[in-house]
Structure formats: C-alpha cells, structure tokens
C-alpha cells in the first residue's frame, strides 16, 4: 500500500503515512473527484467494487482517487480518469468547481475518508460503453439524470455511498446542471 502525504486544513504538508494509517486514523490527505456529465442532463456513477476499500459495491463519483506525494490535484484527476474510464483528456479540459473537505466513515470496514477533496466536472460526449473500468475495480457505470437525483427515493439513495447524496454533492450537481443550460444556450 502507498505513502501519502498528511496535511494540514489549509492544504499544506505535515506528515506521511501508509494509506491504511490514513484512513484507520481519519487523518487529512488530498483526494479528487471528478464528475462526468451528459449534454442531455446526466450524471454518470461509479459502481465500485464489491471489494472495493471502503463502501463496495455503492454507486460513487465517476472518477475519484488519492492525491500521491509530488503530485497535485490535476495531474491526479487526470491520472484517474484515464485508468478508471480510459478517457484521457488536457487539463484545460477538467473544469473546476471547488474544494471541499469531506469526512465520511465507512460503517462495513470502519475506514474514515477525512479529505480535502478538489472537485472537477468533464462533459463526456460519448457512450457509456466506451467507458473502461479499471480492471478488478468496479463493476460499471450509470447514468442518471438530475431530476431523478435531486428527487431520489429512500429505495434509491440506498443504491450511492453515504456522502455522495448530502447537500454538498447536491450543490455541486446542481452547478453542473446550470453548466449545461449554458452550454446549451450558447
């Protein structure tokens, strides 16, 4: 298992530990996501593993990961989608929508994600079966579009880790939504 860099509120470097102390611990480290979203008004999850570190087999961020030391949040964001979509892409290409600092505790392993997560949106124009999942990692991807996430059953929201339906993420897809109606508009 790799290093990772401990940080701390403000983002700077305090510490390295192994990523299992990190996430035993609930210690601060760097993570992205990164949210691909449909012209037609879809988001599109990750189905994670279901051996997947922390929260397996649950619908997550299209493409998410851990910052490694020397790197910083865009090399990663790109690093990410090209091994768990096989989209590679320019950085000019990630749009930024904000960093965020996510706690979330796993209640199956007891792992903690205490991150400050930079969030990107990419606009994906094709199908989801040109998508690639990383080998052993996921089981698929899904799309959704927005109305049916922003008016989600109880039966529903069970299908999505934990913090990827709280009003942060909320707020960010409602962001992207408005991308769209631009987009659209232009």
């Given at each position: ?16 530990d192994s990523r299992d102390n990190i996430h035993a611990k609930g210690l601060l480290h760097k993570t992205v996501h990164v949210w ?116 989600i059953s109880e039966e529903d929201s069970k299908k999505f880790i934990p913090g990827i ?22």
């Amino acid at each position: 298992m790799s290093n990772l860099n401990i940080i701390d509120e403000n983002g700077a470097i305090i510490g390295v530990d192994s990523r299992d102390n990190i996430h035993a611990k609930g210690l601060l480290h760097k993570t992205v996501h990164v949210w691909f979203f449909t012209p037609k008004g879809e988001i599109i999850f990750q189905h994670r593993g279901k051996n997947a570190e922390t929260f397996p087999d649950l619908l997550d961020a299209t493409v998410g990961g851990h910052v490694e030391i020397g790197q910083d949040y865009e090399e990663t964001a790109l690093k990410e989608m090209k091994e768990e979509t096989g989209v590679e892409v320019k950085r000019e290409d990630l749009i930024p929508i904000q960093v965020v600092n996510i706690k979330n505790s796993d209640p199956i392993t007891g792992k903690i994600e205490n991150s400050l997560r930079s969030i990107f949106a990419y606009c994906f124009q094709g199908n989801l079966t040109d998508l690639k999942l990383e080998p052993g990692q996921g089981i698929g991807f899904e799309a959704w579009f927005f109305e049916r996430i922003f008016k989600i059953s109880e039966e529903d929201s069970k299908k999505f880790i934990p913090g990827i339906l709280k009003k942060t993420n909320i707020d960010i897809f409602r962001k992207i939504q408005t991308m769209i109606s631009k987009i659209s508009n232009k």
